[in-house]
């Protein structure tokens, strides 16, 4: 069982956000083999949803109200620690993403940039596709909506 917390940007300690940032490299730079920039501007704007487990971070996603990133609300960076997804967490770390957004946004259609390989995950927490598939940072991905 994993405890969830959502903060803004000012609420991280130092410390969280070192975590966050090094899960996030650990996983989508070198566990993928994909040189982007992860420290992209735009954590000021976000919530960040964090997953602990002993008091460390094994799952983390980052929300934006509709307009700061998609014209929807939406969910990003979702990640949970590789010796974690044995627990499914991913499903812990998602939906309490889309209650934080229903309660901080006040909305319930959310929208995500998916990679490919994660559709049926997406799925089955209620996402359907849409649109075509397309290359981010050289990774398939495809749109995707939540709709409540």
């Known amino acids: ?13 130092t410390q969280q956000l070192y975590d966050i940032l ?7 730079v070198v566990e993928q083999d994909c040189v982007y920039q992860d420290i992209d501007g735009k954590d000021q704007k976000a919530l960040h949803v964090i997953g602990f487990k002993d008091r460390k971070i094994v799952a983390y996603t980052r929300l934006f109200k509709p307009g700061d990133y998609f014209e929807l609300a939406s969910i990003g960076r979702v990640i ?3 010796a ?4 499914k967490y991913g499903y812990d770390i998602m939906n309490a993403s889309i209650e934080a957004v229903k309660t901080h946004y006040n909305k319930t259609e959310i929208k995500i940039s998916a990679q490919c390989y994660l559709k049926r995950f997406y799925g089955n927490l209620g996402f359907k596709e849409v649109g075509d598939e397309y290359l981010e940072d050289g990774i398939p991905h495809i749109g995707m909506i939540y709709k409540k």
């Open 80 to 82: 949970v620690s590789q």
């Open 84 to 87: 974690q997804r044995q627990y």
């Open 1 to 13: 069982m994993i405890e969830i917390k959502v903060k803004t940007f000012q609420e991280l300690t």
């Open 22 to 28: 090094q899960l996030r490299s650990e996983v989508f």
